[in-house]
């Protein structure tokens, strides 16, 4: 069964800085790996969506990187503000259309 | 482009009795998903429709869950009857599943309490 692992749970940071979240699955096989935002009390909002073919996506501040030999992506944001406070998913989705998430990581960017 | 509509936001029932939710996804969106996210944890992936056919259900819990999705458009996802530990926010997403676009949309969610 695919484990996706996000570390760390949460994190703060002044605004301003750099910063890396990071995803780890246990089965290299994946289709595909998308990255989401959740605000409080609301749905998913798509970031970044890497095929198992690409190594990294791009998207404003946002980079994505995939690798997918040692079963790991990261989410880098850039020059980070308060508005990117939120959770950040991962989701891996296998071949066969089985879509495991991470429990994410939450962000908390002090102005 | 209108984006994955779900009602209602917010219920709060009593254990053992019955709910249900719709989702309207986006429009020429084939593929819909049902996932339940408890809190602190990531979705969990109930349900997944291909048109109106079922392409996944293993992490349904077939004796109080139940989906359908009869014209391939909206779907509806009934409890019956509800434990407590179904408390949680239900997620419904949809994706075009064409020419390599699988990229995920979700609407805002149903946020279920049951006391």
């Known amino acids: 069964k695919q484990e996706v692992t996000q570390i760390p749970a949460a994190l703060s940071v002044p605004e301003g800085e750099n910063l890396v979240l990071n995803c780890s699955f246990t089965d290299s096989a994946i289709y595909n790996l998308q990255w989401f935002r959740q605000d409080p009390g609301k749905g998913l909002t798509s970031l970044l969506l890497?095929?198992?073919?690409?190594r990294e996506q791009t998207s404003g501040r946002l980079n994505a990187s995939l690798d997918k030999s040692s079963g790991r992506s990261t989410l880098y944001i850039a020059a980070s503000q308060p508005g990117d406070s939120a959770t950040y998913l991962c989701a891996v989705r296998l071949s066969g259309n089985q879509f495991y998430f991470g429990t994410g990581t939450s962000l908390t960017v002090i102005p | 482009e209108a984006g994955v509509a779900q009602s209602p936001r917010y219920k709060i029932i009593e254990k053992r009795q019955s709910v249900a939710f719709w989702c309207n996804p986006i429009s020429g969106h084939a593929t819909l998903y049902w996932y339940q996210q408890i809190l602190g944890q990531g979705p969990k992936l109930l349900i997944q429709?291909?048109?109106?056919?079922?392409?996944?259900d293993s992490q349904l819990p077939k004796d109080r869950f139940s989906a359908e999705r009869l014209k391939g458009v909206d779907s509806t996802l009934k409890i019956q009857p509800a434990k407590l530990e179904d408390s949680a926010v239900y997620l419904c997403?949809?994706?075009?599943?064409?020419?390599?676009?699988?990229?995920?949309?979700f609407g805002p969610g149903t946020r279920l309490t049951v006391t």
């Open positions: 997403a949809s994706s075009l599943e064409y020419r390599g676009n699988y990229e995920q949309y």
């Open positions: 429709f291909q048109n109106n056919g079922v392409v996944d």
């Open positions: 890497i095929q198992s073919s690409q």
